[in-house]
């Protein structure tokens, strides 16, 4: 009998911790909560942290975030006002201000997260296809800033001047798209274009087209280069030309004079007597029969010739 209503206490016990523990919550200062009741939202958000009551078994507590949440976006490609197809990677921030409607028109985050899908894709598209890549990539029309180290920063280049720019479209999507989700319970705080590309097969032509822009600046540097170089170098050869000129002319100039000199000495000596005179010829007969022949050559002379007198001489002794 003892241990039948012990039985009976600890099932009341159990049941009665089931009833309380299924008849209370808790509110995170993170959440905010709509009580259902057999699948219908009853009563108004809770938003306020705490432990807070609900019919057992009956009804049921539903969460969400207080938070901001992100939504990312799939790469779209898309194509621009002026035809150029370009992939568009975009991410936003939301996050829901009314609960209720949130509930009663998405159930949860992911129906919130593929309507946003819907919404965020659209916009962009429409915006983009209404706006030039220009527009899309610059958000002023400030003076670019060229690096002069770069070959081809001294280039002239025509800049073309935007008329709403990069951040301006993306605020023209997120108030377009703020506008569509006013009844859905959530707020759009912020939309950002995360990446913009060429697609492939333009990526490819524009990667073409830089490299070759980049081979006509370096033949045009390369062209200056040579240029210069033979100017240098007729520069140098002119000036080489002047020196040795300038230096054949001075040594010639002192051979002159050295020969004018040797000549007024030879004369000196020549007039001074007669025996000088005769050792004088003598002396320069032999230089020239030195310098004129060889052992080798034979020489045809007449017996008369001023060249024989001296090897006539010679022979008679």
Same mark, same amino acid.
């Given at each position: 009998?003892?241990?039948?209503k012990l039985?009976?206490?600890?099932?009341?016990?159990?049941?009665?911790?089931?009833?309380?523990?299924s008849s209370?919550?808790?509110?995170?200062?993170?959440?905010?909560?709509?009580i259902?009741?057999?699948?219908?939202?009853?009563g108004?958000?809770?938003?306020?942290?705490?432990?807070?009551?609900?019919?057992?078994?009956?009804?049921?507590?539903?969460?969400?975030?207080?938070?901001?949440?992100?939504?990312?976006?799939?790469?779209?490609?898309?194509?621009?006002?002026?035809?150029?197809?370009?992939?568009?990677?975009?991410?936003?921030?939301?996050?829901?201000?009314?609960?209720?409607?949130?509930?009663?028109?998405?159930?949860?985050?992911?129906?919130?997260?593929?309507? $946003?899908?819907? %919404?965020?894709? /659209?916009?962009? =598209?429409? +915006?983009?296809?209404?706006? @030039?890549?220009?527009?899309?990539?610059?958000?002023s029309?400030?003076?670019?800033?060229?690096?002069?180290?770069?070959?081809g920063?001294?280039e002239?280049?025509k800049?073309?001047?935007?008329?709403?720019?990069r951040?301006?479209i993306?605020?023209?999507?997120l108030?377009a798209?703020?506008?569509?989700?006013?009844?859905?319970?959530?707020?759009?705080?912020?939309?950002?274009?995360?990446?913009?590309?060429?697609?492939?097969?333009?990526?490819?032509?524009?990667?073409?087209r830089?490299?070759?822009e980049?081979?006509?600046?370096?033949d045009?540097?390369?062209?200056?280069?040579?240029?210069?170089?033979s100017k240098?170098?007729?520069?140098?050869?002119?000036? $080489?030309?002047? %020196?040795?000129? /300038?230096?054949? =002319?001075? +040594?010639?100039?002192?051979? @002159?004079?050295?020969?004018?000199?040797?000549?007024?000495?030879?004369?000196?000596?020549?007039?001074?007597?007669?025996?000088?005179?005769?050792?004088?010829?003598?002396?320069?007969?032999?230089?020239?029969?030195?310098?004129?022949?060889?052992?080798?050559?034979?020489?045809?002379?007449?017996?008369?010739?001023?060249?024989?007198?001296?090897?006539k001489s010679?022979?008679?002794?």
């Open positions: 009998m003892q241990n039948k039985i009976a206490i600890i099932v009341a016990v159990v049941i009665l911790f089931i009833i309380i523990s209370t919550f808790v509110v995170q200062e993170t959440d905010q909560v709509i259902t009741q057999f699948g219908k939202p009853v108004d958000p809770i938003s306020e942290p705490g432990i807070h009551l609900k019919i057992p078994l009956i009804q049921k507590a539903n969460f969400f975030e207080k938070r901001f949440l992100e939504w990312d976006g799939d790469p779209n490609q898309v194509p621009t006002k002026d035809k150029k197809f370009i992939w568009v990677n975009t991410y936003a921030r939301w996050r829901i201000t009314d609960p209720l409607l949130f509930f009663q028109r998405l159930r949860d985050e992911l129906g919130a997260q593929s309507r $946003l899908d819907d %919404i965020l894709d /659209g916009e962009t =598209r429409t +915006a983009i296809a209404n706006h @030039g890549l220009d527009e899309l990539v610059r958000s029309n400030r003076e670019f800033v060229r690096d002069s180290t770069v070959i920063a001294g002239e280049r800049q073309l001047a935007i008329k709403y720019g951040e301006k993306t605020r023209e999507i108030k798209a703020t506008a569509r989700t006013q009844d859905l319970g959530i707020e759009l705080l912020d939309l950002r274009f995360k990446r913009i590309n060429y697609v492939e097969e333009v990526r490819v032509k524009v990667y073409d830089m490299i070759t980049r081979k006509r600046i370096a045009q540097y390369r062209s200056e280069g040579q240029g210069e170089a240098i170098i007729g520069s140098k050869e002119k000036e $080489l030309k002047r %020196i040795t000129s /300038g230096a054949f =002319r001075e +040594a010639e100039t002192i051979k @002159g004079k050295a020969d004018a000199e040797a000549t007024g000495i030879y004369a000196q000596a020549y007039n001074r007597n007669a025996e000088t005179r005769d050792f004088y010829k003598f002396l320069k007969t032999m230089e020239t029969y030195e310098s004129t022949f060889n052992e080798d050559d034979w020489l045809i002379l007449s017996s008369d010739n001023d060249f024989y007198k001296y090897l010679q022979s008679g002794r």
